[in-house]
Nanobody, 120 residues
Framework: QVQLVESGGGLVQAGGSLRLSCAAS????????VGWFRQAPGKEREFVAA????????YYADSVKGRFTISRDNAKNTVYLQMNSLKPEDTAVYYC?????????????WGQGTQVTVSS
């Protein structure tokens, strides 16, 4: 099993920045991909960003490209999401996830979420 704990959310004005962190435990961190989803009130959960096991490949939703940067520190078992030029539409609960390959297939684990609120 993998446990994920997010931190770093909060209230920020439009144009500001936040950095989210997600600390993982339970399995060797460098063996699985990790990333972020978000869910705004009344909307479905949507993909934000992902990063490969070694950090060499990153993926972003079109809505955050050029503003958000995902990174990971395998020595610290932590994935980060640097969010710049924040907009009110970025307001959501942000969830960290891990995709772990088991013998029977891939399982996705989730953190509890951290609230990000961007005021206009």
């Amino acid at each position: 099993q993998v446990q994920l704990v997010e931190s770093g959310g909060g209230l920020v004005q439009a144009g500001g920045s936040l950095r989210l962190s997600c600390a993982a435990s339970g399995r060797t961190f460098s063996t699985y991909a990790v990333g972020w989803f978000r869910q705004a009130p009344g909307k479905e959960r949507e993909f934000v960003a992902a990063i490969s096991r070694g950090g060499g490949s990153t993926y972003y939703a079109d809505s955050v490209k050029g503003r958000f940067t995902i990174s990971r520190d395998n020595a610290k078992n932590t994935v980060y999401l640097q969010m710049n030029s924040l907009k009110p539409e970025d307001t959501a609960v942000y969830y960290c996830y891990a995709e772990v390959l088991y013998g029977m297939g891939i399982s996705k684990h989730w953190g509890q979420g951290t609230q990000v609120t961007v005021s206009s």
